[in-house]
């Protein structure tokens, strides 16, 4: 019988010896029905709403541990904070974010994939970590720096 995520960090806080605190349970139950990337301010505004004690140093530690137990992909988008995204269920996927407005537009990519396999084969590397992520502007950004550009010739 297959463990439900949540099972599945209980038995990963266990092996650590640390409590599924009840703090923790409402950030985990929470986590995993995340639509999205989320970080630890966004957990600590929807608990905040919900009249829930749980401090910011507690989200960033359950987040930390969830990521550690491979329930999230944890992601830099050099915006200054890490971002999370649940990995339960997903596809393999890559990112493309807007350095202007943050956007993050993911994308599959096989040939991509096939060809960082057939590298890392070649190099006889084994991957610890792995993260691809295209920096750029969205079509919006874009037409907007066109405008002002036109704007500035005129």
């Known amino acids: 019988m297959k463990k439900s995520p949540l099972q599945h960090f209980k038995q990963c806080l266990e092996k650590r010896h640390l409590y599924f ?34 401090g910011r140093s507690t989200i960033y530690r359950t987040l930390q541990l969830m990521a550690e137990c491979n329930l999230l992909e944890e992601r830099d988008f050099q915006r200054g904070y890490k971002v999370y995204e649940v990995s339960l269920g997903k596809e393999k996927h890559e990112h493309m974010t807007c350095v202007d407005c943050d956007k993050v537009i993911e994308f599959q990519a096989p040939s991509i994939t096939q060809a960082e396999k057939d590298l890392m084969m070649r190099e006889g590397f084994t991957p610890l970590y792995h993260s691809f992520v295209v920096y750029g502007l969205c079509d919006e950004c874009t037409a907007k720096r066109s405008n002002k550009e036109k704007q500035k010739v005129s």
Do not use: P
């Open 21 to 54: 605190t009840s703090q923790r349970e409402e950030v985990v139950r929470r986590v995993l029905s995340w639509k999205g990337h989320f970080g630890v301010d966004d957990i600590y505004e929807w608990a905040r709403h919900r009249g829930l004690s749980v």
